[in-house]
């Protein structure tokens, strides 16, 4: 099956630096990457995602970028806010019914 | 507004009890998934559902089952709850097939003592 790791575990910024979260998956055939922002004590949510038609995609101040040969795939954000101190999990699917998730990374970021 | 549901934030257990916990989802969603969080480990599948009736396994299926007796709702049961069974579990739904968004409840922490 899909294995997919994620690192750093753990990542601490000065507010306004960028940061980049990496992303490595093992089965060929994974087609969709989405990345999910976990915020303390509330649910993930989706942030962003790609697909694998596509190798770089952006909104405001995040963005993704997918290697598909290389089979890994980051996340950066750039001017980084308090607000994005989260723990952000990367995940893989071929398009069957599952995710696989990568372990998380904590963020914080230092005002 | 979409909206998943879990039927308790926090669950106090004792071992060998058998545990309940329940997920509830308005959005018609065909798939519904339920995951362990646990530190460093991020989100693990123990099962899913695709259909009323119909489950597969996660990764980490032993000690678990599941229950889809309706479309909206996804039961996890812990026959007998063991102490490496406290975690925080998460429920989530989407729309058939693996490129949806998932969205999540807002989790059931359980401790087994």
């Known amino acids: 099956g899909e294995n997919v790791e994620q690192h750093p575990s753990t990542l601490s910024v000065q507010e306004g630096d960028s940061a980049v979260i990496k992303c490595t998956y093992s089965?060929?055939?994974?087609?969709?990457f989405p990345w999910y922002k976990q915020e303390l004590g509330k649910r993930p949510q989706l942030i962003i995602d790609i697909r694998s038609n596509v190798g770089e995609k952006k909104d405001q101040r995040i963005a993704v970028t997918l290697n598909k040969t290389a089979k890994h795939f980051s996340l950066h954000i750039t001017e980084t806010q308090p607000e994005d101190s989260a723990v952000y999990f990367c995940a893989a699917s071929n398009a069957g019914n599952m995710l696989t998730f990568g372990g998380g990374t904590r963020l914080m970021v230092k005002p | 507004d979409v909206k998943v549901t879990q039927s308790s934030r926090y669950l106090v257990k004792r071992t060998g009890e058998k545990v309940f916990l329940e997920c509830v989802q308005d959005m018609d969603h065909e798939n519904m998934f339920w995951y362990r969080q646990d530190p460093g480990l991020g989100l693990r599948l123990i099962y899913f559902s695709y259909d009323v009736k119909m489950k597969e396994k996660g990764d980490i299926p032993e000690g678990y089952s599941v229950s889809r007796e309706k479309k909206e709702r996804f039961s996890l049961i812990l026959e007998s709850a063991s102490t490496n069974q406290t975690s925080m579990y998460l429920c989530a739904s989407s729309l058939k097939g693996g490129t949806y968004e998932q969205y999540f409840g807002p989790g059931t922490r359980l401790t087994v003592t």
């Open positions: 089965d060929s055939a994974s087609n969709y």
